[in-house]
């Protein structure tokens, strides 16, 4: 069956023009435990929800699937423009991929961190696209502040792999709650249209490496010369990106922004109906051409965004930019560190930027030694790089060692002047052990810590504590008012058992007070999103946890998909919005006002 498709409007294809390098490595893991299932992948059918007449902006389904759902085709759908060469070197690549490179992975077994039949199994499985379904139940009453849209992104893979996959490694999709007067939400969901999933859209097939379940060992470097075999002979086009936007989600500018780190970001615009439309890949008004990490850091008081580029081929390595509220991006300010290091989050105060560089480093030589090219460098000493905002070129830079620590997330950093007059820089963070607990399977146990860093800056001295011991506290917020300023509250998911979450944690700094919300029985969530009481917005004086926690939760023995609103004084429910369909467990999220959607940029 040809796939339907309906991506971008003509006006629109010239956001898709940005050059980027023919390919981007994200992630790497080893193999090892588990054979792959090498049939298609059925996806879990989602009845389409009675609606109404289509809004003239509704976005159609990415592929119009057959009644069985099967993902992948029985026979490879080759696209129309393609001329007769290509489509017979296309059917010689198909070949000798299904005859060579799977044929060889199946002597491998595979770890359960790249085991498909794992990592996309229960409700970590994908959904299809639900269009708007509104008139949603809800249980109790949505607080009157939160009048807008809570979007949620995560993986959500189109295809069934055909080798190792990672959770990591899905094409990105967003869930959409809508919030509106009278008590009444709504819901959809919607594949973003990136430039790969397009292009693997009209193949009806995997066509471009996972990034992170396939690229290890000789076998990854055979299937990244698959991939650049097509990309020559024209079959495929990584000149437009290659990345799949599954992570972070930030709205600046009038822009709702999906980000991983692997490309830029796409703008995804959300419609007066409450949907979502794929624009395309954003370029910030052409002043980039790298790809961005997914946890950009936007700062309340100046509405500036601080964001990272890290490159794993070649120096700089790292770059640091900022663009003012307007969207004007500043210079590129290189900073150097020694080798490639895997930087997924960094911290902002109100006038430093707080860069990790970890002990997870890119060495690309490793898989020509049949390994992973992600490693855990044990001989290397953590640290954290403190740069002055106002620092053009980077040379004040100041690399304080902080021993054993590895934060996949930060969740603030402020800045405190000590007894003896000297600036600290406080920074709270999850630190994760072993570090490679997300890509490598160990025989420790997974610990992460919510912690304490201090840094002294005159005297580049550290200090850490562990503020709450005995719990895995992972994905979360603080109030983003008071984001690069001293904060006494983190809101962080219980992320028992492992890999889920069990419930939502309210944190109080200062005393190291834990208040639970917890799922129930069988109930599991992921990351709590945190919106201040609109009577807050102006008055950052006024109680810091004035506001409501929010966060989508699967009932895995009833089989029923939520949002939970939470109270942030008490930790008490005040709403639940039941969902047409199945949400699985996903990454980020954020809310976008009533008043923030009116100035959205279309």
């Known amino acids: 069956m040809q796939p339907s498709l309906h991506f971008f409007t003509p006006k629109h294809q010239s956001l898709l023009q940005t050059q980027s390098p023919l390919f981007t490595c994200k992630f790497i893991v080893n193999p090892a435990k588990k054979t792959v299932p090498r049939n298609p992948l059925p996806l879990l059918s989602t009845p389409a929800p009675s609606r109404s007449p289509p809004h003239p902006e509704v976005v159609e389904p ?4 057959e009644r069985s759902n099967v993902l992948v085709p029985q026979h490879p759908n080759y696209p129309v423009h393609l001329n007769r060469f290509q489509k017979l070197a296309a059917v010689a690549l198909d070949k000798i991929e299904t005859s060579v490179i799977m044929r060889l992975e199946k002597n491998y077994v595979l770890r359960k961190m790249v085991d498909p039949e794992v990592q996309i199994s229960g409700n970590f499985a994908p959904v299809e696209e639900c269009p708007v379904h509104h008139g949603l139940e809800v249980v109790g009453r949505i607080p009157a502040c939160l009048r807008g849209v809570y979007v949620r992104n995560g993986a959500n893979p189109m295809f069934a792999p055909s080798g190792g996959h990672h959770l990591f490694d899905g094409d990105g999709m967003i869930h959409a709650v809508s919030l509106g007067l009278g008590n009444k939400a709504s819901y959809s969901c919607r594949y973003t249209r990136t430039s790969r999933l397009v292009q693997e859209a009209r193949f009806g097939r995997c066509m471009f490496p996972k990034p992170i379940g396939e690229l290890h060992g000789h076998l990854g470097l055979a299937r990244l010369g698959l991939y650049m075999a097509r990309a020559g002979l024209g079959l495929v086009d990584g000149s437009h990106g290659t990345g799949v936007a ?3 989600l930030v709205y600046f500018n009038g822009r709702l922004l999906a980000m991983s780190e692997d490309d830029l970001p796409y703008h995804v615009k959300i419609t007066g109906e409450g949907d979502l439309e794929t624009i395309g890949r954003f370029n910030f008004s052409d002043q980039i051409d790298c790809p961005l990490i997914a946890h950009p850091k936007l700062d309340p008081v100046t509405g500036d965004l601080h964001t990272l580029n890290y490159n794993v081929l070649k120096k700089p390595y790292l770059k640091y930019f900022r663009f003012d509220k307007f969207g004007r991006k500043s210079g590129d300010l290189h900073v150097d560190i020694d080798q490639a290091t895997m930087i997924h989050d960094f911290a902002i105060t109100e006038n430093f930027v707080v860069i990790p560089d970890h002990q997870m480093v890119f060495k690309l030589s490793e898989m020509i030694r049949g ?8 001989n290397k000493t953590s640290r954290f790089g403190v740069l002055q905002q106002n620092d053009v070129v980077g040379s ?5 060692n902080v021993q054993n620590c590895f934060c996949f997330h930060l969740w603030n950093a402020w800045e405190e002047i000590s ?4 600036k600290i820089i406080v920074v709270i963070g999850s630190c ?3 570090p490679d607990s997300i890509f490598n399977e160990s025989k420790d146990t997974f610990r992460s810590e919510l912690s304490e860093i201090r840094m002294n800056l005159r005297t580049r001295q550290s200090t850490q504590r562990v503020i709450v011991s005995g719990m895995n506290l992972e994905a979360g917020q603080v109030n983003g008012q008071y984001l690069g300023q001293k904060t006494r509250f983190v809101y962080l998911a219980i992320a028992d058992p492992w890999p889920k979450c069990s419930g939502m944690a309210k944190v109080d700094l200062q005393t190291g007070k834990v208040t639970k919300f917890m799922y129930g029985t069988w ?6 999103f945190f919106v201040p009481d609109k009577k807050q917005t102006c008055n950052r004086n006024g109680n810091e946890d004035e506001g409501y926690i929010m966060g989508l939760v699967r009932d895995e023995k009833k089989e029923m998909s939520e949002m939970v609103i939470v109270k942030g004084s008490n930790m008490e429910q005040v709403a639940a919005i039941r969902l047409p369909s199945r949400v699985p467990y996903g990454f980020h999220g954020t809310f976008i006002s009533q008043e923030e959607l009116r100035r959205q940029v279309i």
């Open 432 to 434: 994760m052990n072993p």
């Open 523 to 528: 109930r599991y969530g992921g990351e709590p």
């Open 62 to 65: 990415m592929v119009q699937r």
């Open 419 to 422: 007894d003896t007059g000297d």
């Open 371 to 378: 390994g992973s090219p992600v490693v855990y460098n044990k």
């Open 246 to 248: 599954n992570a972070g």
């Open 396 to 400: 004040g830079i100041q690399w304080i």
